[in-house]
C-alpha cells in the first residue's frame, strides 16, 4: 500500500528553485545540484532549465531569452550533479548567443544553443487563446492523484504519489490507465503550488521545467498506448522552447499541446502557453522517441 507523503506548498517550491539554481564553478563553468533524494533518470525538463540558468548567467542582465533548441544524448543519473560549460558564440547590439554543454561524469547528456535578445517594441499578432474552464473551477491534482491512484501498478505508484512543486488541472482529462484510443490534444492550466519571488530568471527557468510536462503524451493519445502498463518506451529526443511576453510561473498558464504527426517509432509535439490574461507567452516544440515493447510478465 503506498503512503502519501506530506505536502508543504511552500517548502516544496522552495525546493525547485534551489535545484533550478546552478553554482558557478569558474567562469562560463556552473555545476546544477541533484534532486534530493532522486534514483534513477533526471527529469529532462531539469537539465533544459538549469542549462537555461547557465546561459543567462553568462549574458548581460539586460538580455532576455527569447528561443533555446536542446538535443538530449544521454540519461542524466539523479546520483550525480551536472557540470554545465558555456560557450560564448555572439555579443551584438541587440542578441547575444550561447552554447551550452550539460555533461556528467565526463560525458555529455544534452547540447542547448539560447538565444537573448534586449527587449524593444514591435509590431504584434498571436493566435487567440482557446475558451476553456478556469482553473479554479477544475479538479486540483491532488483530487485527480487520488481518483486514479489505486489502478496504477504498484511498482509507478510512489512516483505519482509524491508532492509535485508544479500543478497542473487538467481541461481535457483522460483516465491514467485507459485504453481508449483520443484526438493527440490536450489542455491543462499550471502554476508553481507557491509563490517564487520576483526574478524573472527563475520564472523562466520553472516555464523551461514545466514545458518538459505532459507533452511527449500528447503523441500517444491517438494510439491508447502507456508506458504505465509498459507498452511503450518513452524518451525526450530534442526541446525547443520560444517565449514571446512576459509572466509569471506562479499564476496561472494554459498549456495547450497537439501532435501532429508519430511514426518510425517518434512523435511530434507541440505546445503554446498562455497566460490567464489571454496573452500567448510561449511556444514549445518536441520530439521524443515511443518506441512499442511488450509488457513484461
Same mark, same amino acid.
Given at each position: 500500500?503506498?503512503?502519501?507523503?506530506?505536502?508543504?506548498?511552500?517548502?516544496?517550491?522552495?525546493?525547485?528553485?534551489?535545484?533550478?539554481?546552478?553554482e558557478t564553478i569558474d567562469t562560463d563553468l556552473y555545476r546544477g545540484k541533484r534532486k534530493p533524494g532522486g534514483r534513477g533518470r533526471v527529469f529532462g525538463g531539469q537539465v533544459i532549465a538549469q542549462a537555461l540558468q547557465s546561459a543567462t548567467l553568462s549574458t548581460e542582465q539586460d538580455r532576455v531569452c527569447h528561443s533555446l533548441h536542446a538535443y538530449f544524448m544521454r540519461a542524466g543519473n539523479e546520483e550525480h550533479p551536472i557540470i554545465?560549460?558555456?560557450?560564448?558564440?555572439?555579443?551584438?547590439?541587440?542578441?547575444?548567443?550561447?552554447?551550452?554543454?550539460?555533461?556528467?561524469?565526463?560525458?555529455?547528456? !544534452?547540447?542547448?544553443?539560447?538565444? &537573448?535578445?534586449?527587449? #524593444?517594441?514591435? $509590431?504584434?499578432?498571436? +493566435?487567440?487563446?482557446?475558451?476553456?474552464?478556469?482553473?479554479?473551477?477544475?479538479?486540483?491534482?491532488?483530487?485527480?492523484?487520488?481518483?486514479?491512484?489505486?489502478?496504477?501498478?504498484?511498482?509507478?505508484?510512489?512516483?505519482?504519489?509524491?508532492?509535485?512543486?508544479?500543478?497542473?488541472?487538467?481541461?481535457?482529462?483522460?483516465?491514467?490507465?485507459?485504453?481508449?484510443?483520443?484526438?493527440?490534444?490536450?489542455?491543462?492550466?499550471?502554476?508553481?503550488?507557491?509563490?517564487?519571488?520576483?526574478?524573472?530568471?527563475?520564472?523562466?527557468?520553472?516555464?523551461?521545467?514545466?514545458?518538459?510536462?505532459?507533452?511527449?503524451?500528447?503523441?500517444?493519445?491517438?494510439?491508447?498506448?502507456?508506458?504505465?502498463?509498459?507498452?511503450?518506451?518513452?524518451?525526450?529526443?530534442?526541446?525547443? !522552447?520560444?517565449?514571446?511576453?512576459? &509572466?509569471?510561473?506562479? #499564476?496561472?498558464? $494554459?498549456?495547450?499541446? +497537439?501532435?501532429?504527426?508519430?511514426?518510425?517509432?517518434?512523435?511530434?509535439?507541440?505546445?503554446?502557453?498562455?497566460?490567464?490574461?489571454?496573452?500567448?507567452?510561449?511556444?514549445?516544440?518536441?520530439?521524443?522517441?515511443?518506441?512499442?515493447?511488450?509488457?513484461?510478465?
Amino acid at each position: 500500500m503506498t503512503t502519501l507523503p506530506d505536502f508543504d506548498p511552500v517548502a516544496i517550491t522552495a525546493a525547485l528553485a534551489d535545484l533550478l539554481q546552478v553554482e558557478t564553478i569558474d567562469t562560463d563553468l556552473y555545476r546544477g545540484k541533484r534532486k534530493p533524494g532522486g534514483r534513477g533518470r533526471v527529469f529532462g525538463g531539469q537539465v533544459i532549465a538549469q542549462a537555461l540558468q547557465s546561459a543567462t548567467l553568462s549574458t548581460e542582465q539586460d538580455r532576455v531569452c527569447h528561443s533555446l533548441h536542446a538535443y538530449f544524448m544521454r540519461a542524466g543519473n539523479e546520483e550525480h550533479p551536472i557540470i554545465f560549460r558555456v560557450v560564448r558564440d555572439f555579443d551584438g547590439g541587440s542578441f547575444s548567443t550561447r552554447r551550452v554543454i550539460a555533461s556528467q561524469q565526463g560525458k555529455p547528456i !544534452l547540447n542547448m544553443a539560447a538565444s &537573448f535578445h534586449r527587449p #524593444e517594441p514591435g $509590431l504584434h499578432h498571436q +493566435d487567440p487563446m482557446p475558451d476553456v474552464p478556469d482553473p479554479d473551477s477544475l479538479p486540483t491534482w491532488l483530487e485527480t492523484r487520488d481518483k486514479y491512484l489505486p489502478g496504477v501498478p504498484e511498482q509507478f505508484r510512489p512516483f505519482l504519489a509524491n508532492p509535485r512543486p508544479v500543478e497542473f488541472r487538467a481541461v481535457i482529462e483522460q483516465p491514467w490507465m485507459s485504453t481508449a484510443k483520443s484526438e493527440p490534444k490536450q489542455m491543462s492550466w499550471f502554476k508553481t503550488v507557491a509563490p517564487l519571488g520576483d526574478d524573472m530568471a527563475m520564472h523562466r527557468a520553472v516555464l523551461a521545467y514545466a514545458s518538459d510536462m505532459q507533452l511527449l503524451g500528447t503523441c500517444t493519445r491517438p494510439h491508447g498506448k502507456s508506458w504505465m502498463r509498459g507498452e511503450l518506451m518513452t524518451a525526450s529526443l530534442d526541446h525547443a !522552447l520560444w517565449f514571446h511576453d512576459d &509572466f509569471r510561473a506562479d #499564476e496561472w498558464l $494554459l498549456y495547450c499541446t +497537439d501532435s501532429p504527426w508519430s511514426g518510425r517509432a517518434r512523435g511530434m509535439n507541440r505546445g503554446l502557453i498562455y497566460a490567464r490574461d489571454g496573452r500567448l507567452v510561449a511556444s514549445v516544440a518536441q520530439e521524443g522517441l515511443i518506441r512499442e515493447i511488450t509488457p513484461k510478465g
